[in-house]
């Protein structure tokens, strides 16, 4: 991965982005190419050859785009590398948040780099797209399910050894979607030890209605556990939240919406809410009904 020079490596950046865009996407060439592109920092993946297989750039307004990797070349961890490579050049140029127009099939791929989603759909180019953003660092705003469902998706790609999840009976709309649900799976299979705490204020709806993460769960006992409040008082707070022990947290003011904040950079916030958390699961009991069903 290198940092491009416009002028010098324009064939390269060319090369990449008229065979993604212009041949394979039908993208208008005229569209393709902007005033932007020679005030931008892009980046390159090449080959040991020094064939370019990517391309992607940051904007003056800091926005991330033309990413871009040639098809042969994909599912290799080039789009990863490169995403990671921008991120690091605007923490450089210390700018508070980034944003992109992801195309609607990238969305996963941009969520578990943290990236949230803001605002409705829209097309570019004829192609579905819809704004993302990520805080570096910080949290950043929560809008709905999606954007919720990012953020969760996010902290468990992110998580080292664990995730703790406090919701008021599993959420119903966020964490029994397939996205979500799969990431917690990813992260409960890695090799190593590692757990997903969840604390709930009502187990027994969860266990009526059938929620899909229990059957996860039961087939992992080793890394979930949960815990039901038993303090009144913790029976009657109104938010909900989620954080891992890398630094990221999602919190919502009322859990029985999805609005509110998160992201995989807001160490003070995901530091507060675990030991919140921590306080509240030594009180609480065990729900050893879920290990019976």
Known sequence: MVAADYARDHALLRAVRETVFVQEQQVPVELEWD?????????????????????????????????????????????????????????????????????????????????????????????????????????????????????????????????????????????????????LRRFAVRPGEHRIRVLLQDAATPQRGGAPLLPLAQRLPSVFAFREVRDPVDARYPSAYAFNDTGGALFRPLGHRFDGEGGVDDAPAARRLQLEFDRVWERSRPCTEYRAL
């Open 35 to 183: 005033a932007l592109d020679p005030l931008c920092y892009h980046v390159l993946a090449l080959d040991a050859g020094g064939r370019a297989l990517g391309t992607a750039r940051l904007t003056p307004e800091r926005r991330i785009g033309r990413m871009a990797v040639l098809a042969p070349s994909r599912g290799r961890g080039i789009g990863e590398a490169m995403l990671a490579a921008l991120l690091e050049e605007a923490r450089r140029r210390q700018w508070p948040e980034v944003s992109l127009h992801a195309q609607l099939h990238a969305l996963p791929f941009y969520a578990r780099a943290g990236f949230v989603p803001a605002g409705p759909p829209f097309e570019e180019a004829g192609i579905g797209h819809r704004e993302m953003r990520r805080r570096l660092p910080g949290a950043s705003a929560v809008e709905d399910a999606e954007s919720a469902a990012a953020v969760l998706v996010a902290l468990a790609g992110h998580a080292r050894r664990e995730l703790g999840l406090y919701t008021r009976a599993m959420d119903p709309g966020l964490l029994d979607r397939m996205d979500v649900l799969d990431a």
